[in-house]
């Protein structure tokens, strides 16, 4: 009996039930007919001790996974068993003297990862061994040295892990590093290269963060191709600055550069899902070089002396206002101390009337109050309409282009700096990093409306 269990490890319930009775394992090779009369052929894979007990998983030959409710399955036959090991083979990492050095800084992003399918857990590869074995094309591009600097979800990250980070990248520049590659999750990505895009200034080599839509285990993972474009990056291209490296298309054509000021994750689970907003991208990378696409760049520059300046205060936040917006969210803001507050405003940069009242206490109180655009593209012009003007003369002052997620990270990192009000808003209306640029590009806002004659005829002709 305890062999039968440790065989089914992670099933209970009906689930494992029925298995003990069609005699079945995990890890068996097995052909499932349902009820519908459709045959699925693949691996028996444990189950997470957190999901129901009414499935059976199995990987099939294709590499997908797919669930198969108990009730429904008419048949189940055992073709072979072969038990699946999911630790990442290690080899030695090549050292060639002639190749660029690479450093890697590991958040806990996971960039190359297989799935344990008992736990839920990942698994990731990160040394450079493990690395080499995952994605063994990296030595061909660089020598790469590995530091994790901490392992947690990105949507964990916060001020004290920007200034960590920061100081590593400073650290691993002033070591000579080529280039700096950042393994982060993709929730916050766009957060965090906006925070370094501040708090590392003038450097010399690129900084590249990158991470992955879908774990390596899938045959549809972006994971090594996003890795090999940032290493590939970091070790040989001549953008300097902090920036995005992610799947372009949703196929695997080639990757795109992404100003880490004017980035933002646009979709929940696409590979294609980062677009550069009110701009267009810096680079289009492939395996075998770079195209670029906005000349507006730090280039490289190894005797450009880096300034790492990591500093925050986080009394921040970002009030998205929505039609009967309610003025005492604004008079609690001040009460718990908040001394910054971004409004993500509708059109131009407007919120309602009865808000007035509330934002000009907090301004007296010495809250300094900026104004976004919910649209992400375009500018706030707060002139054009009275409602704008009556905030201006408010106080509330308008950051033109930047996107409201940027304009958080610039108001922290800019309260770490001064609180005296009119610094505070000079600051942040002087750009650092493009987070403002004079006049958006004729071809930096494009969102193509499925269904329209001519949309359709370029989706055809280039969708691949």
Known sequence: ?????????????????????????????????????????????????????????????????????????????ELGFKEAIYKIPEKEFPVTPDLPQVTLLGTGGTIASRLDYRTGAVIPAFTPGELYGAVPELADLCNLTTKKIFGVFSENMGWEEYVTLAKAIGEEIEAGADGIVIGHGTDTMGHTASALSFMVQSSPVPIVIVGSQRSSDRPSSDAALNLIHAVNTAARGDIAEVQICMFGPTSDRYGLLHRGTRCRKMHSSYRS??????????????????????????????????????????RVTILYYYPGMKPDLVDALVEKGYKGIVIAGTGLGHVNKPIYPALKRAIEKGVHVVMTVQ??????????????????????????????????????????????????????????????????????????????????????????
Do not use: C
């Not at 305890?2 to 298995?19: C, M, T």
């Open 375 to 464: 649209t992400l593209w375009g500018y706030a012009q707060m002139y054009v309409y009275d409602t704008g003007r009556d905030l201006l003369d408010i106080g509330v002052v308008p950051l033109d282009n930047m996107l409201p997620e940027t304009a958080l990270m610039k108001l922290g990192w800019v309260l770490g700096h001064t609180d005296d009000h009119s610094e505070v808003l000079a600051m942040m209306q002087h750009p650092v990093s493009h987070e403002i640029i004079a006049r958006e590009p004729h071809n930096g806002y494009l969102i193509l409306q499925g269904g329209l004659p001519e949309v359709e005829e370029f989706i055809t002709d280039h969708w691949k």
């Open 1 to 77: 009996m305890s062999e039968k269990k440790d065989a089914l490890k992670g099933y209970r319930g009906l689930a494992r039930s029925k298995l003990e009775q069609w005699g079945m394992r995990v890890w068996g090779d097995v052909r499932v007919v349902n009820s519908a009369g459709s045959t699925f052929e693949g691996v028996i894979l444990p189950r997470s001790e957190t999901f129901d007990d009414l499935h059976i998983v199995l990987k099939l030959k294709t590499g997908y996974n797919v669930g198969i409710h108990v009730d429904r399955v008419e048949s189940i036959e």
């Open 273 to 314: 899902t980062f677009r550069t907003i009110g701009d267009i991208p810096l680079s289009i990378v492939r395996r075998d070089g770079f195209t670029t696409i906005n000349p507006d760049y730090l280039p490289r520059d190894p005797s450009r002396k880096v300034i790492i300046d990591p500093v925050y205060d986080d």
